[in-house]
């Protein structure tokens, strides 16, 4: 047994080790570049990502937000500049400090928010200066193994390739951010699913005419009990200001997602959208971890299509310059699809919106479901 586990142990941390690279990138946040100043570069991208976490504050330089869980929900916002050089897909992340913002992401001017209502407040500002229309919030839950920084930057690239016209706001939860802290994961995730409601609320005070979430791998798995919970509470999109629902790479057990969806109206059902891979290589070592239970995320789509959702299956894509676990930013098909559902009018699904088949005309996925 004892050579069976450390067999299992060893297996798992050398692949999510070739999955993720040797060594982590440096933090960023706050971290500008003395002789090249962010704002003294031209034609670059500038967006205002606001956060709202889990995690506690650190005073470590670039970390903004630790590894270490917090009592109270912390509320702040960042601007990330997008270099020129930028390509759909990829993400030009520094290896070494500072960031050049000519040629990388760089992440400026971090701000705390003491209250509510300061929170509020900075998130209408961001959403007045958009047309009627376009006042609208991109809710992003990030996955495993990530840090503030990790988190910040992919969901500006996602920002950015997608063309999204609202506001984004990102949940971190308190993820270790090391490859062998799966668990520690996971107990963080049900941790942060106690403040899913005071976001909610806070979210739901803005000015915003609707949201739209998306969740990524371990992401995912909170979100569901998230939207369970405020289900069996009767608050669950009581206002109506839901209007997408996209899960990538799910990170949850086939038999407890089921359950999930059971609990879940038809209504919320019919707004879910699955991006789902057979050949998910992170999954497949998740799958190892939870004693053989397939994934969501690497499930046969056709058999998720049967729970009343709707299944993105994108196991033929094989451009995704993050991997097989990522697709849904690291392929420029991919992202560009995603981006043309979340900006038209009538939001995914509805009758007003382009027909899925037709944003994904010439590309290999498939879609099943509403």
Not at 10 to 31: E, N
Request: proline content about 6%; overall charge neutral.
């Amino acid at each position: 047994m004892q050579i069976s586990l450390r067999f299992l142990c060893t297996a798992v941390m050398v692949a999510a080790m070739a999955l993720t690279g040797c060594s982590r990138p440096p933090d960023l946040v706050g971290i500008d570049n003395p002789e090249v100043p962010a704002a003294s570069v031209p034609d670059v991208s500038r967006h205002r990502m606001f956060i709202m976490t889990t995690r506690q504050a650190t005073e470590v330089v670039g970390a903004f937000f630790s590894a270490r869980r917090a009592p109270e929900l912390g509320l702040a916002s960042v601007d990330v500049t997008v270099p020129p050089i930028h390509v759909t897909g990829q993400l030009e992340r520094a290896k070494r400090l500072p960031p050049d913002p000519r040629k990388e992401f760089a992440v400026i001017d971090p701000a705390i928010y003491s209250t509510d209502a300061a929170f509020i407040a900075a998130v209408d500002r961001e959403l007045s200066r958009r047309p009627p229309g376009q006042r609208r919030l991109l809710l992003f839950i990030h996955g495993y193994n990530n840090t503030t920084s990790d988190a910040i930057l992919r969901l500006t690239q996602f920002v950015e390739d997608t063309g999204f016209q609202g506001v984004p706001v990102l949940f971190s939860w308190a993820s270790a951010a090391r490859t062998p802290r799966y668990v520690y994961d996971l107990n963080s995730a049900l941790v942060a699913r106690v403040k899913l409601k005071e976001l909610a609320s806070i979210l739901g005070r803005t000015k915003a005419d609707g949201m739209d979430i998306f969740a990524h791998s371990m992401g995912t798995f909170l979100t569901m009990e998230g939207l369970v919970d405020a289900q069996q509470a009767g608050t669950l999109n009581r206002r109506g200001r839901i209007d997408s629902i996209m899960l990538a790479s799910p990170d949850i057990d086939i038999d407890l997602f089921r359950t999930q969806v059971g609990l879940l109206p038809p209504a919320i059902l019919r707004k879910m959208y699955l991006l789902v891979s057979r050949d998910d290589s992170a999954l497949r070592f998740s799958r190892i971890i939870a004693g053989g239970v397939p994934r969501v995320g690497a499930a046969d789509a056709a058999e998720l299509e049967q729970l009343g959702v709707t299944v993105i299956d994108l196991s033929k894509i094989d451009d995704s310059s993050s991997g097989s676990h990522s697709k849904f930013a690291g392929s420029p098909e991919v992202v560009q699809l995603i981006g043309a559902g979340l900006n038209a009018a009538g939001r995914f699904g509805d009758a007003e919106s382009p027909a899925l088949h037709e944003l994904i005309a010439g590309a290999p996925i498939r879609i099943l479901g509403n």
